[in-house]
């Protein structure tokens, strides 16, 4: 049943676009359509030059607030300036967060806000929007083995899984952006969510995850090469745009949430990657230093000589 609109909860939505216009139109059109109408729908628009900007104003109006800036900024700066724009000028409840390439089921706002009153931080599950058997990537289950299969996941957890795969479909309330702020907005792409989630712990906001609501994202893209004769696996992009934000972010976040320790076996596994596995890629271990480098400094420079090489 729909949720009683008595003591209704005012929401925001947060969409991030760049150049994915028929993405967008289609997780618009889904936020549009939820059992649990949304009061706002913010779409941040990073410089697209697909005709994004003209295709929202005349599709959608004034019922889309669209801010359109003046270069790309990633995903991390995409999410910095709508949640600020919605919180500062908006002043709702709770804000909803969410990329351009996936959409939400019709009712998962409506389960996400009657969780609200009890978290502060609630994800919806992500399941593949190509095969809604299966979840986007594997999650762990409470014995630590992971599962890509949706429903054994929801049959092992239950209702709230206590942890959380961030950031897509996210709700987060204003208690929890007062105390926790902002998204990072220097990290460009990859490892905002989490470098946001590790705050969230310290302020003693615990995200969880609310099984039965549902958001359709794609599967997880990056390839992961395996080294050391196959016994571990490591994160790999080639482009090197994608690898210096994977780097220094993931490095920075290590440094600062008390996990130096992955700075060390990460180091060992990618100096294998390049050196071994990859034949002596100096050009790669080299860039994956000085992008390590940058994490321990929290310099968010380097990427920006790649963005018209992606």
């Known amino acids: 049943m729909p949720i009683a609109t008595a003591n209704k909860k005012s929401v925001s939505v947060v969409i991030v676009t760049y150049n994915r216009k028929n993405d967008l139109l289609r997780c618009i059109d889904a936020v549009k359509a939820q059992s649990y109408k949304p009061d706002n729908i913010v779409v941040v628009n990073n410089a697209s030059t697909d005709s994004t900007e003209t295709t929202v104003t005349e ?6 607030i669209l ?4 270069e790309n900024t990633g995903g991390s700066g995409g999410f910095y300036t709508g949640l600020k724009y919605a919180h500062e000028n908006l002043k ?3 804000y909803w ?4 390439d996936g959409f939400p089921s019709h009712n998962c706002l409506e389960m996400l806000v009657s969780e609200s009153d009890s978290y502060d931080y609630i994800m919806p599950a992500s399941i593949d929007i190509e095969n809604h058997e299966k979840l986007s990537w594997a999650v ?3 014995n630590g083995k992971k599962t890509e299969v949706y429903q054994e996941l929801k049959s092992d957890w239950g209702k709230i899984l206590d942890y959380v795969t961030p950031f897509n479909g996210v709700l987060l309330s204003k208690k929890c952006v007062d105390e926790v702020g902002y998204i990072n907005k220097n990290f460009f792409i990859w490892g905002d969510d989490y470098e946001h989630y590790y705050r969230c712990l310290q302020k003693k906001i615990n995200p969880v995850t609310l099984l039965d609501a549902v958001f359709y994202h794609p599967s997880l893209k990056l390839p992961l090469v395996k080294i050391c004769f196959g016994l571990f696996r490591v994160p790999y992009a080639d482009s090197k745009l994608r690898m210096t934000c994977l780097i220094r972010n993931y ?3 290590y440094l600062h949430y008390n996990q130096k320790y992955k700075i060390i076996i990460k180091f060992l596994m990618y100096s294998w990657l390049f050196l071994i ?3 002596g890629d100096f050009a790669g271990w080299k860039l994956y230093c000085a992008s390590v480098k940058d994490g321990f400094k929290g310099d968010f420079n380097r990427h920006k000589q790649f963005l018209e090489k992606k």
Do not use: C
């Open 59 to 64: 599709r959608y109006g004034q019922s889309v």
């Open 67 to 70: 801010l359109n800036l003046p």
């Open 92 to 94: 709702t409840d709770l």
């Open 97 to 100: 967060l969410m990329d351009d």
């Open 140 to 142: 762990r289950k409470r």
């Open 251 to 253: 490095t920075y976040i």
């Open 277 to 279: 596995t990859r034949h």
